[in-house]
C-alpha cells in the first residue's frame, strides 16, 4: 500500500484546512488510519485516528474539537479536517495505515500499529 497525502499549505491562524490521503497499489480495505505530526526537534505525535469501518475514532487532546477524522472507503481515502488551526499546529503531517480494523486507543496512539505511512505534508499556521 502506497500512502500519499494531499499537500498541505500556509493558512492563517483560525483558518482551516483538510488533509486528505489516498492509498494506492492496495486498498486501505477495512484497515484502520491515523494521523500523526512531527516538528523539528521533536519526536512524532498522534493527532488522531479512524477504524477500518469509520465508527470508532481517536483524538489527540489538542486536536479535539479542532480537528475531524473521516474516510471514504469507496475511494480509499481518509481525511482529515483541521479548523481553528494555531500556529503550535505548524508541522509536517503523516497519514499511516494498518490492514487490522479495529485498534484500541492505546493502538491507535502508537507509530508502531501502522505499516504503512505517508510521505508527509507540510503544514504551516500564521500568527
Known amino acids: 500500500v502506497q500512502l500519499v497525502e494531499s499537500r498541505g499549505g500556509l493558512v492563517q491562524t483560525g483558518g482551516s484546512l483538510r488533509l486528505s490521503c489516498a492509498a494506492s497499489g492496495r486498498t486501505l480495505g477495512r484497515g484502520a488510519a491515523g494521523w500523526f505530526r512531527q516538528t523539528p526537534g521533536k519526536e512524532r505525535e498522534f493527532v488522531a485516528a479512524i477504524s477500518g469501518t469509520g465508527a470508532t475514532t481517536y483524538y489527540a487532546d489538542s486536536a479535539k474539537g479542532r480537528f475531524t477524522i473521516s474516510r471514504d472507503n469507496a475511494k480509499n481515502t481518509v481525511y482529515l479536517q483541521m479548523n481553528s488551526l494555531k500556529p503550535e499546529d505548524t508541522a509536517v503531517y503523516y497519514c499511516?495505515?494498518?490492514?487490522?480494523?479495529?485498534?484500541?486507543?492505546?493502538?491507535?496512539?502508537?507509530?508502531?500499529?501502522?505499516?504503512?505511512w505517508g510521505q508527509g505534508t507540510q503544514v504551516t499556521v500564521s500568527s
Open positions: 499511516a495505515a494498518t490492514p487490522i480494523t479495529y485498534v484500541n486507543d492505546y493502538a491507535a496512539r502508537s507509530g508502531s500499529s501502522y505499516n504503512y
